[in-house]
């Protein structure tokens, strides 16, 4: 499992330093999540941090 960002994302950055393993960066249109890098924030966090702060929630597990 991993979590995956969409295009409805609005790159207000909001997400990037909330991940506890560095997994998200700022990619060429809107921000990606390394998906081999995603731990779903287990053994960090109950709920994803960054589902939690994003404000157009398009951020989807996989
Ligand atoms: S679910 Fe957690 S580990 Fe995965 S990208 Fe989001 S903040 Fe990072
Ligand atoms: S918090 Fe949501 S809208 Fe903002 S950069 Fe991250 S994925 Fe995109």
Do not use: W
């Amino acid at each position: 499992m991993a979590h995956r960002i969409n295009e409805d994302c609005i790159n207000c950055g909001a997400c990037l330093p909330e991940c506890p393993v560095t997994a998200i960066s700022e990619g060429e249109e809107i921000y990606v999540i390394d998906e081999a890098v995603c731990v779903d924030c287990k053994g960090h966090f109950d709920e994803p941090q960054c589902v939690s702060v994003c404000p157009v929630d398009c951020i989807i597990e996989v």
